[in-house]
């Protein structure tokens, strides 16, 4: 299997790159280790950021300002200009592929999200990632497998690295696992890693099975730099009390809804008056309940933690119901299941994992790097890269606009590097001489629980000099018992996961240990 191009994933970062590349009339195979569907993109609610008009310098301003305030002082300023003025002709290229965002003929609906000073969020109801992928997905299907083929549950095992060597020498395909358990190599000219983020880490997320840290750990192993790690976004409205993760979106905050202890709802319910002013959040962020991420959801942790609760509240009762069914109708029908009305019953939420904010260090076109230098047929979007945008903490919303941008940016570069790049030479077969298979080993499920036990406990919301050193130890220790395992045993997609899993946690571990400052997502009460 020879292509121009592959991709590992098939969020919108994935299927965008795999269409404009097919447009440019390369060779294309997209990997996904699951359905096409199980991205994280899909279970995206809230929308995408976007100022509509990049000649309204105010707007751009403003945008530019939010995120900067978000990321705390460590985004790349010149990326979040760049990023934030090219929005406006990306929507364009999601509307042209069949995303609908809600509007009328005045324009499109802008809703508002944490951190935002105005709102510019564009949505499909609370259903927009859903939305994107639908149309990425039928476009992509569209074109036809002769130039875009798109296999799911083939999972990427690792990078084939140019001659067997150092990140310099450029990478030249990937090893797959395929359904029926063999390993193949897929050469190609360049891969693209889009596998999203790696909340399976933690026993409370908001993404899906399918995020387990793969494109960043398959980039470490080859020697690309991994940065700003520490930041772990986590969400403050998670629904609390379901088996399957599920977010409330910040858009219902942005609608009005309140953040509330059980006590302050009793004491709003008996005294009445704005709800806002019966809120933790008070007293917390200027913007009460839609402040900043890393606010929020340290604030809520806070009271979880002096009230013993399991959750707080998200309140609507002051809100109109109607209103609400018709723009949140996904969450609607989730709570409704639940025996819980909007307008009515106040809904049960708390904190969770819910993006990787550092990932893969590239460059302005998506070019994964090592020790600074480009690693040559080696790019990385979406979430599973660190391309400077976000800083400290992530701006609601700014993901979907990084990982459509750099998609268009990526697929440009590789017009020049695909054509120019060599023709492929000869790759030895996998090693799987002497492998045994899996059941001879202890179940892989014990130590993935006890990875996750770790990383919700001691390298969370609040860390601390102690937890740290308590994780770094127990996650070495399971990564030495896990390479006994990994180089005897033939791979499944369970042993993939687990092994990228232990490296985001190293990674993860090292980068807060190393931070000596409290700054956005990263909190260490020693560092006080
Ligand atoms: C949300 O809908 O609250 C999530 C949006 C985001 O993570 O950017």
């Keep these: 299997m020879q292509f121009d191009v592959v991709i590992v994933g098939s969020g919108i970062a994935g299927l965008f790159t795999a269409l404009r590349c097919s447009q440019r009339g390369f060779s294309v195979l997209v990997v996904t280790k699951s359905r096409i569907k199980s991205s994280s993109t899909n279970w995206a609610q809230g929308g995408i950021a976007a100022v509509l008009d990049p000649s309204d310098d ?108 150092t990140p310099s020498s450029g990478v030249s395909g990937i090893w797959c696992l395929k359904p029926d358990g063999s390993v193949v190599k897929i050469q190609a000219k360049s891969v693209i890693l889009a596998t999203g983020g790696c909340g399976m880490l933690y026993n409370s997320t908001t993404n899906p099975a399918v995020s387990t840290g793969d494109g960043v750990a398959m980039a470490h192993r080859c020697g690309a730099d991994i940065t700003d790690m520490e930041f772990i976004q986590f969400h403050p409205t998670s629904l609390h009390g379901v088996q399957r993760p599920f977010l409330i979106t ?38 009460g309940s839609l402040g900043t991420r890393d606010v929020v959801a340290r604030a809520t942790d806070m009271q979880l933690k002096i ?89 609601a919303s700014n993901s979907l606009l990084e990982a459509v941008v ?5 697929a440009n570069h590789l017009r020049d590097y695909v054509s120019k790049s060599a023709s492929f030479s000869d790759i030895p077969d996998w090693r799987a001489d002497g492998l045994s298979s899996l059941e001879e080993h202890a179940p892989l499920g014990t130590d993935l629980m006890a990875l996750r036990n770790t990383m919700t406990r001691d390298v969370g919301l609040v860390k601390s000099d102690s937890r740290l050193s308590r994780a770094s130890r127990r996650i070495r220790h399971l990564s030495m018992e896990f390479e006994k395992i990994w180089t005897s045993s ?32 990263h909190y260490n009460i020693d560092l006080d």
Excluded at 116 to 122: D, F
Excluded at 324 to 334: A, N, V
Excluded at 406 to 410: L, N
Excluded at 494 to 513: D, H, K, Q, W
Aim: glycine residues 10%; charged residues 25%.
């Design 58 to 165: 105010e707007a751009i301003e403003a945008h530019v300002q939010d995120t900067l305030s978000s990321g705390k002082g460590l985004c790349d300023e010149a990326i979040v200009r760049s990023v934030v003025v090219e929005a406006a002709h990306r929507i364009s290229d999601l509307v042209s592929f069949g995303v609908g965002f809600d509007g009328d003929s005045q324009g499109y609906h802008n809703a508002i999200e944490g951190g935002h000073s105005t709102p510019r969020i564009l949505h499909s109801k609370d259903r927009t990632g859903a939305e994107i992928e639908q149309a990425l997905e039928m476009a992509a299907t569209s074109v036809g497998s002769a130039t875009l083929k798109i296999n799911e549950d083939w999972m990427a095992v690792d990078l084939i690295q140019t001659d067997h060597g």
């Design 250 to 287: 910040e858009a219902m905050r942005g609608h009005g809804a309140v953040l509330m202890t059980r006590k302050e709802h009793l004491a709003w319910r008996s005294h009445g008056g704005d709800p806002a002013d019966w809120s933790y959040m008070k007293g917390q962020s200027p913007l």
């Design 307 to 395: 009230s013993g609760d399991s959750h707080v509240l998200l309140v609507t009762e002051h809100l109109e119901s109607e209103e609400l069914r018709l723009q949140f109708p996904t969450i609607c029908e989730r709570l409704e299941n639940l025996g819980i009305t909007f307008g009515r019953d106040p809904i049960p939420v708390r904190p969770a994992a819910h993006y990787l904010v550092g990932g893969v260090s590239v460059d302005e076109f998506g070019r994964c790097l090592s020790q600074g230098l480009a690693i040559p047929g080696l790019y990385a979007i979406g979430e599973t890269a660190r391309t400077g945008l976000h800083g400290a903490n992530r701006l």
């Design 406 to 410: 750099y998609a268009e940016r990526c």
């Design 490 to 521: 033939l791979p499944t997609r369970e042993l993939v996961e687990l092994r990228n899993l232990i490296i985001c946690a190293e990674l993860i571990t090292g980068a807060s240990m190393e931070r000596r400052e409290n700054v956005g997502l």
